[in-house]
Structure formats: structure tokens, C-alpha cells
């Protein structure tokens, strides 16, 4: 794929269809209102997008973009769209809801007790409140980007990968490779426990930075940004093949190292697949495949206790089984080793 563009400089790139891993439609707001949209091709190995067509006619769009995936697949240009089965979307109550219930909007009403319970004294007291209006704006300004980036999120099935819409003002669809997925993450803050809800996020290699020309910063690799944990355990097995399987809890004296985050420490491997829950607050579990492990750590602390770290390609993309035996740590890092030059044998996910 060629691609050119400049008035006064001029650029020419041309991009090896064997490489590309994802083919993106983005829709942002000023395009869409001249019924325009947005091409990035992703490339693997690339941190960024490697080449953008903007802006091209919405059905333009959507049919290069069918041509492309087709060509990369090495079927013709001309073959229809694969079909795709969508599997959930995210109502947009339970979005406001879970923007409304952060850390941010705790630490926005203690500020408003704090204004009225502040004594009376005149400037002082403006200026406090000055300062407290402030931090509500900028409160309600996160939660609503958070909305208007996630709204009608929806996440489907298809050949080529996870497909995933979403979307209010500027809108993105976006796929996601299998074979780009190096580890599944799935987070429960605090304050959604009571209602059962956590999120589930994918690491991506080559994940991209700040996306230009959207206003919707970095792309947030999330199949599930708010939604039932028995949804997400579902969703687990149908879309990424990850089976949970029993985890082991660290020893007690690790209570001496770590007495806050203790009750949610667990981990194990089936031989596969390497998974690890940590947490204080909020619990977040990883389950990582081995055969995109690219290295095994091993670290002795106090307490004659051991970490043994699983890393994968991505900036977040490790599991940590913290605070083991020594002895155990032992005998688990030789088996990740072993078990991870076995798993690259096995096919990619899906």
C-alpha cells in the first residue's frame, strides 16, 4: 500500500500488506458532519499508526477498508465483508453510573463538605470555594469524556479478529488482532464491588499513543469498560479461549510484607497460561499466555519471600506472582521457563 500526501513537503510511504495488523475507521466530529471518515493502518511492530487516508467519503471509506483486510488476508479485493457476531454492548446508564461512581467523584463531594463546613471568613473562604468549583468542573469534565468516549460500545466477533465500536461525538471501529493480544486484564475498583461490575482490558503489542486528529487520546484496548463479572469470565472463554482455572494464595507471613493487599494475592499456571491477582483498593487479575512470555523474572525480598515476574510485549503487559516461598519461587520460575518454550508450540489464541 502507497500512500502520499504534502503540499509544500511531500511524503510518500509505502506499507508491506503482510505486515498491516489492523485497518481502524475513524469517524471524528467535524469529519462526520461532512459525511467524511478516517483510514489507520497499523503495522506490527509499529507503536503508532503507520499510515492514515483522511479524509475519505464514509462508504469510500468502508469499502478500502473491506479491500485491504481482504488483499492482507490473501483472498480478493472484491470478496464481501466476513461477517462478524456481535457478543455485547454497554448500556449507557451503567456508563454514567460507573463514571459517577470513581475515586475522582469521592474526592469532588469531601471537597464540597469541606466548603460548607469551612468556617465563615470572607476572602478565605472564596477563594476555597473558587478553588473547589474548579475541581467539580474538572471532575464533571472527565466523566463526561469518559461517556462520549465509551458510549454505545459494543464489541463483536469476527475472523480477523475482536471488533470493537464506540463513541458519541468522534466515533472509532477499531479491530483487534488475536495473535497482537499479549495479556487480559480484568479490574474491580471498590466502589463498584456492591454491584458486581469490573472492567476488562486487552495489552496490545505495538499499542499506539495519542491517536491525532480524534481528541479521544490514546486508544483504550477495553472489551468490557463497565460491565457483570460473570460477563466478563464469559467472555474470557468465547472470545480469547482463557479457561479459569485454581489459584494459590502466598504463605501467611507475606501478611508481615504486604497486611493491605494480602487478601487479594493469589496465582498460578496450567501450563499455558500464567495468571496472578494483586490489589489493595481494587482487585485487578491477569492472565498472560505463555507463549508471548519474553521473559521470566525471579526477585528474593524480606520475609524469605520471592516475586517471580512474567513479562510480555506492551508497557503493562506482566503478571506478578508476588510474595511466594523461596523454595517455591524456585521450583515456579524453572516451570514458567519450561512451560513457556512449550506454549510456543501451541496455536495463537482463536
Known amino acids: 500500500l502507497q500512500i502520499e500526501s504534502g503540499v509544500?513537503?511531500?511524503?510518500?510511504?509505502?506499507?508491506?500488506?503482510?505486515?498491516?495488523?489492523?485497518?481502524?475507521?475513524?469517524?471524528?466530529?467535524?469529519?462526520?458532519?461532512?459525511?467524511?471518515?478516517?483510514?489507520?493502518?497499523?503495522?506490527?511492530?509499529?507503536?503508532?499508526?503507520?499510515?492514515?487516508?483522511?479524509?475519505?467519503?464514509?462508504?469510500?471509506?468502508?469499502?478500502?477498508?473491506?479491500?485491504?483486510?481482504?488483499v492482507h488476508h490473501g483472498v480478493s479485493?472484491?470478496?464481501p465483508q466476513p461477517t462478524e457476531t456481535a457478543l455485547l454492548s454497554v448500556p449507557t446508564n451503567r456508563l454514567v453510573a460507573a463514571s459517577l461512581l470513581s475515586g475522582t467523584s469521592f474526592a469532588a463531594l469531601a471537597l464540597i463538605v469541606l466548603a460548607v463546613l469551612l468556617p465563615g471568613g470572607g476572602g478565605a473562604q472564596g477563594a476555597y470555594a473558587g478553588t473547589v468549583a474548579v475541581y467539580i468542573l474538572a471532575f464533571f469534565r472527565v466523566a463526561w469524556r469518559r461517556v462520549a468516549e465509551q458510549y454505545r460500545f459494543t464489541v463483536a466477533l469476527a475472523p480477523d479478529g475482536i471488533r470493537i465500536r464506540r463513541g458519541l461525538f468522534s466515533t472509532l471501529n477499531e479491530t483487534v488482532p488475536f495473535a497482537r493480544v499479549q495479556a487480559v486484564r480484568k479490574v474491580q475498583p471498590l466502589l463498584w464491588r456492591p454491584f458486581g461490575w469490573c472492567v476488562l482490558e486487552v495489552?496490545?503489542?505495538?499499542?499506539?499513543?495519542?491517536?491525532?486528529?480524534?481528541?479521544?487520546?490514546?486508544?483504550?484496548?477495553a472489551l468490557i469498560p463497565v460491565g457483570p463479572?460473570?460477563?466478563?469470565?464469559?467472555l474470557l472463554v468465547s472470545l480469547l479461549g482463557l479457561h479459569q482455572f485454581q489459584l494459590s494464595k502466598p504463605?501467611?507471613?507475606?501478611?508481615?510484607?504486604?497486611?493491605?493487599?494480602?487478601?487479594?494475592?493469589?496465582?498460578?499456571?496450567?501450563?499455558?497460561?500464567?495468571?496472578?491477582?494483586?490489589?489493595?483498593?481494587?482487585?485487578?487479575?491477569?492472565?498472560?499466555?505463555?507463549?508471548?512470555?519474553?521473559?521470566?523474572?525471579?526477585?528474593?525480598?524480606?520475609?524469605?519471600?520471592?516475586?517471580?515476574?512474567?513479562?510480555?510485549?506492551?508497557?503493562?503487559?506482566?503478571?506478578?506472582?508476588?510474595?511466594r516461598d523461596v523454595e517455591e519461587a524456585r521450583i515456579t520460575f524453572s516451570r514458567l521457563v519450561d512451560d513457556s518454550r512449550r506454549a510456543r508450540q501451541r496455536p495463537e489464541l482463536k
Not at 495489552?203 to 484496548?221: F, H, L, N
Open 8 to 70: 509544500l513537503k511531500r511524503d510518500a510511504r509505502q506499507l508491506p500488506m503482510a505486515r498491516v495488523q489492523a485497518v481502524d475507521l475513524a469517524r471524528p466530529f467535524f469529519a462526520r458532519i461532512f459525511g467524511l471518515a478516517e483510514l489507520r493502518v497499523r503495522l506490527a511492530g509499529h507503536s503508532r499508526t503507520a499510515g492514515r487516508l483522511a479524509y475519505l467519503a464514509e462508504p469510500v471509506a468502508e469499502q478500502l477498508r473491506a479491500q485491504l483486510l481482504a
Open 251 to 323: 504463605p501467611s507471613r507475606a501478611r508481615w510484607k504486604t497486611p493491605a493487599s494480602y487478601h487479594f494475592l493469589a496465582a498460578g499456571t496450567d501450563g499455558y497460561v500464567v495468571a496472578a491477582t494483586t490489589g489493595r483498593l481494587r482487585k485487578s487479575s491477569v492472565w498472560l499466555p505463555l507463549q508471548k512470555a519474553q521473559s521470566v523474572r525471579w526477585v528474593q525480598g524480606r520475609f524469605k519471600l520471592a516475586t517471580v515476574v512474567v513479562d510480555a510485549a506492551g508497557r503493562r503487559a506482566r503478571a506478578e506472582l508476588r510474595d
Open 77 to 79: 479485493a472484491d470478496a
Open 229 to 234: 463479572s460473570e460477563q466478563a469470565d464469559q
Open 203 to 221: 495489552d496490545v503489542a505495538g499499542s499506539p499513543g495519542r491517536e491525532q486528529g480524534t481528541g479521544m487520546g490514546r486508544v483504550t484496548k
